[in-house]
């Protein structure tokens, strides 16, 4: 049985998507690792609400909450769709974790572990009944984070940018800086086919591509499709329509497995806030002055002042509705970042070098 104090056990396993996910992606924060899932739900509605009101809960103290449970992907996502569990639900089809964990038979179990993977808590059902002690997980997840060694120095950068602003220079330029890997289609393609993700079915649905919603669509809360693609399986020509929420989770998934690997440069796509409370992570934003930024527009596309006027304030009101949408964030809000720049007066290498700096001396 693994014990408080010892490092928790990695493990790689396929979440209801069939996407592989390792125990190393949901770290960098307290995580709550709920053992046989299913069973935490199968008794009295009155124990089902419990459990989802603490795991609720606990995922307000800034937790991952993790699931993992014996049966298939597929019956797992039943399990999670069924209950409206809305965290991941990963399959333990041959008990290897469960054993590596200590638990020899599969049965109700939670770990708390913290930032770095060390069992701060540990409990273990006896019989069909009781319940962990959720406030003591609460008191735990509340408690300072212990800041270990490894997770000290910022190993991913997350980049937001106004269009204009010379953000996706600078990220590149940080990226040789530092000797990092820059997040761009070919990188999520690589890591996506590691998770189990198709390269159909990966899209890079941002907010650069992403599209204001009409007044119909907020009022219908339409889900768009952000993809098609087409196959040909016996002979027969298929579509295949890729919605927002697909596209979303694909890279989100691609995004934490990425910061769990490190040494990245993340460009918009949300990372300052799908990262947001994971440490090692640095949040950076560029800015720089509505003028300034349609003139450079202007110049680079050789756009009329009004159209390049124009494609400036679309941008920023799609990225705006992406982040509030998306992850419900004022992407203005500075408290969102941990560095803000203005390339009105500075020079893109001078903000590039500023940034790879601050990562060096952390």
């Given at each position: ?72 992907p597929a019956a797992n996502k039943r399990l999670a769709e069924k209950h409206r569990l809305h965290f991941p639900i990963l399959s333990d089809s041959r008990g290897e974790v469960a054993h590596a964990y200590g638990l020899d038979a599969p049965k109700r179990a939670v770990f708390v572990l913290d930032e770095g993977g060390v069992v701060a808590y540990r409990w273990v059902a006896q019989d069909a009944v009781g319940d962990p002690d959720y406030g003591a997980i609460a008191q735990i997840l509340q408690a300072a984070p212990k800041l270990h060694a490894e997770l000290a120095v910022p190993s991913v950068i997350t980049v937001s940018r106004q269009v204009g602003s010379g953000g996706d220079e600078i990220a590149r330029e940080v990226a040789k800086l530092l000797g ?183």
């Open positions: 049985m693994v014990q408080v104090g010892e490092n928790a056990p990695n493990f790689t396993l396929p979440d209801t998507e069939n996407r592989a996910r390792t125990l190393k992606e949901f770290l960098a924060q307290k995580a709550v690792l709920f053992f046989c899932v299913d069973a935490f739900t199968s008794n009295a509605t009155k124990e089902l609400c419990q459990f989802r009101d603490a795991t609720s809960s606990l995922t307000n103290l800034k937790a991952q909450i993790v699931g993992i449970d014996p049966k298939s990092w890997s820059y997040f761009d289609k070919t990188l999520m393609v690589e890591v996506g086919r590691e998770v189990g993700v198709s390269e159909e079915d990966i899209v890079d649905f941002c907010e650069d591509t992403y599209k204001v919603q009409t007044l119909v669509d907020k009022m219908l809360l339409r889900k768009k499709p952000a993809k098609q693609s087409f196959t040909i399986k016996d002979n027969a020509h298929i579509r295949k329509t890729l919605e927002e929420e697909h596209c979303l989770s694909t890279i989100q998934t691609v995004i934490n497995n990425l910061a769990s690997r490190g040494k990245t440069i993340i460009v918009g796509r949300g990372g300052q806030a799908i990262l947001k409370h994971k440490l090692g992570v640095l949040h950076v934003r560029i800015v720089a002055p509505k003028a300034v930024r349609v003139e450079r527009v202007k110049q680079s596309e050789g756009l009329t002042q009004q159209e390049a006027q124009r494609l400036v304030e679309e941008n920023d009101k799609a990225t705006a509705e992406y982040l509030q949408r998306f992850y419900c964030i004022d992407w203005e809000d500075p408290t969102n970042y941990d560095i803000i720049l203005n390339t009105a007066k500075l020079d893109l290498r001078a903000a590039a070098l500023m940034i790879a700096q601050a990562v060096s001396q952390t």
